[in-house]
């Protein structure tokens, strides 16, 4: 039988053509990526090139005539990868496990009672996958590591492994990612104001050339600060820590503000400063020391890739009369990769 659930104002039929299609549109929107500078694509189904050309500047040269002149300009061709990974959630669950609990909220008339499909339990184990399946799928484009021992950070490559792989590039490699700012261990004190008059500015006093320009060309320049289509995202702690030098700041009427409204826009320069746990949890969770972390980035450098255009991506609750079981499958495809190294600097 299938299931029929309603999330606000997106419903979910379980015999729809494309199978969870109002789920999945759900969890994609849900995972909120874009306010950490993502590109989101749902139409990732197969190892796809990310190919980027560009030109030096300063090619002007004095007139020469008919005389031929010295080719000064090169092109700069850098090519990455989205290589989607399957990914996978799958639960079984038996009625009579919950016999004596909450059996009467599974009771359908006339319908076998071990089937749960259109309960209101199976309803409500679709709901709560679905939530399980948007923060997964969020932690593993963040924290993703393919070398980790764990099953569930193994499933793929999140950005912070592909940020740190580009920090090891090779000098004059276009996938190489600028570290400006290396915190302290997390087991050291973090100082006041550490964020503010450290770290915020060792990222932004850093930016490439190219980074910059953007400032230049797109920025609305107001009593000395910058805004420009970028983003700076960091750990709770480092975000905290920013926080609080605000609020504490009586000299500023907008910090005044920031403590009154409890503002969860914060700025440096112009420039949005948002908070991402995940950050923190994964570092932990993985036995990583750089816990402390965070980055400025040209919003849409970073790119988390889905195959939710395609069938290939499913969310299915179905009841198997032979073992009589109720099963909750969600099989789908995640990569991510960042476009160009010179457009995010980041500090660990």
Request: glycine fraction near 8%; charged fraction near 25%.
């Amino acid at each position: 039988m299938a299931t029929s659930v309603a999330f606000n104002n997106i419903t979910y039929h379980g015999n729809d053509g494309d199978i969870g299609a109002a789920i999945v549109k759900r969890v994609i929107q849900g995972l909120a990526l874009a306010r950490l500078g993502f590109t989101v694509r749902t139409d990732v189904t197969e190892r796809t090139g990310m190919l980027f050309i560009a030109l030096a500047d300063k090619l002007t040269r004095p007139g020469t005539g008919c005389a031929p002149s010295a080719n000064n300009g090169q092109m700069t061709v850098s090519e990455k990868w989205l290589d989607p990974q399957d990914c996978e959630i799958e639960d079984v669950y038996c009625a009579k496990d919950w016999d004596k609990k909450i059996k009467g909220l599974a009771l359908k008339v006339g319908v076998n009672l071990k089937d749960l499909t259109d309960t209101d339990l199976g309803k409500l184990i679709v709901e709560l996958y679905a939530s399980v399946w948007m923060r997964d799928s969020k932690n593993l484009a963040l924290n993703g590591d393919t070398a980790n021992a764990s099953p569930f950070y193994a499933t793929i490559d999140g950005i912070w492994k592909w940020l740190m792989a580009g920090v090891a590039a090779a000098a004059g490699d276009g996938a190489q990612v600028q570290r400006y700012v290396v915190t302290a261990a997390a087991n050291a004190a973090l100082p006041a104001n550490y964020t503010r008059d450290v770290f915020l500015p060792g990222l932004y006093g850093k930016q490439t050339q190219r980074m910059r320009q953007l400032d230049d060309e797109n920025a609305e320049v107001v009593d000395g600060n910058t805004s420009s289509d970028k983003v700076f995202a960091v750990s709770d702690e480092l975000y905290e820590n920013y926080y609080q030098s605000l609020a504490s700041n009586d000299k500023l009427e907008s910090s005044w503000r920031t403590l009154q409204d409890g503002s969860k826009a914060l700025s440096y320069r112009g420039i949005p400063v948002v908070r991402e746990h995940l950050f923190d949890e994964g570092a932990t969770d993985k036995g990583e020391t750089t816990v402390r972390r965070g980055y400025l980035t040209v919003m849409g450098n970073l790119e988390v890739g889905f195959d939710t255009d395609s069938e290939a991506a499913v969310m299915d609750f179905f009841y198997d009369k032979k073992s009589k079981t109720n099963t909750m499958r969600i099989n789908w495809k995640e990569c991510t990769n960042y476009a160009q190294g010179d457009m995010t600097v980041v500090g660990y």
